[in-house]
């Protein structure tokens, strides 16, 4: 079978889903819900673009080059923050860390 480049995710009908036979759509393909703990973003984790931070969470994320940033300070800001973060740390409060398409422009 060949690979299709702009869908590398094109295999036959028989043997898989639209969404692994056309890609995925969006920019966000996975979600991970963070309540507690560390949380590291390597391995089947890798690839967090965004992160949502609800009301009254406290802990940190951090970021990928380096750097932190308090999870209090963007708490329920109720948009996507693009964020490439390497862990977060939640004390208290959710946190849901979004993996992003690889293959979105």
């Keep these: 079978m060949s690979i299709n480049p702009i869908h590398p995710y094109d295999y036959p009908a028989s043997q898989a889903n639209d969404f692994q036979r056309k890609g995925h759509p969006g920019k966000f393909l996975k979600?991970?819900?963070?309540?507690?703990?560390?949380?590291y973003f390597t391995g089947s984790n890798y690839g967090?673009?965004?992160?949502?931070?609800?009301?009254?969470?406290t802990g940190t994320v951090t970021l990928s080059a380096g750097g932190s940033i308090s999870l209090a300070d963007i708490a329920g800001s109720?948009?996507?923050?693009?964020i490439s973060a390497e862990s977060?740390?939640?004390n208290s409060g959710t946190v849901?860390?979004?993996i992003k398409n690889q293959i979105s422009k």
């Design 31 to 39: 979600s991970i819900t963070c309540t507690s703990g560390t949380t």
């Design 48 to 57: 967090v673009g965004g992160i949502i931070v609800a009301d009254t969470t």
């Design 78 to 82: 109720k948009r996507i923050l693009e």
């Design 88 to 90: 977060v740390t939640v």
């Design 96 to 98: 849901y860390v979004l």
